[in-house]
């Protein structure tokens, strides 16, 4: 099977290159997803984000607030260090498990989208690997789209590798 590797900065197209690979009946699998799964109130990453964090991350029905917790994190490296050391590990268990069963389904080819591949040390063992790339004003505009003030898209924009 071959193992394909989508990674880029934040808001570059990188779910837009995965539809390509969807479109022609090739699995994806997304690692922001499946970070999403995992904090999930009753998760075991969910407690320990709360520990790490506080409940003033929680919303009123006790699920983490992600853009709280996304405003704590992109202000403060060692906070988004701490943060990444909870969930990294876990989705890479994730990861292995999901190629492994595209591998057992015999698919010909699997693609994961990774946006930290090389942070969250998930950079080896692919076969391709394609790195999306957009102008920093464009990936400002599409981040300001999803609700960021201009400062929040910047912090996000500048916390990942160029």
Not at 31 to 57: C, E, M, N, S
Not at 80 to 85: C, D, G, M, P, V
């Amino acid at each position: 099977m071959v193992r394909i590797a989508i990674t880029g900065g934040i808001a570059c197209g990188k779910s837009l290159v995965g539809s390509f690979f969807t479109a022609r009946g090739i699995p994806v699998g997304d690692t922001d997803d499946w970070a999403h799964a995992l904090i999930r109130k009753g998760q075991p990453v969910y407690r320990a984000v709360v520990k790490a964090f506080g409940r003033r991350i929680l919303e009123p029905s006790g699920e983490i607030d992600r853009l709280v917790l996304g405003r704590q994190v992109f202000r403060d490296p060692a906070a988004r260090a701490r943060l990444n050391r909870l969930i990294h590990p876990a989705v890479r268990r994730v990861c292995a498990r999901w190629l492994a069963r595209q591998k057992a389904a015999r698919s010909p080819a699997a693609v994961v989208i990774v946006p930290l591949l090389y942070e969250a040390k998930m950079d080896r063992g692919w076969d391709a690997v394609i790195c999306v790339a957009s102008p920093h004003r464009l990936q400002g505009q599409r981040l300001r789209a999803r609700g960021l003030d201009p400062r929040e898209a910047e912090a996000r924009i500048a916390a990942q590798m160029s």
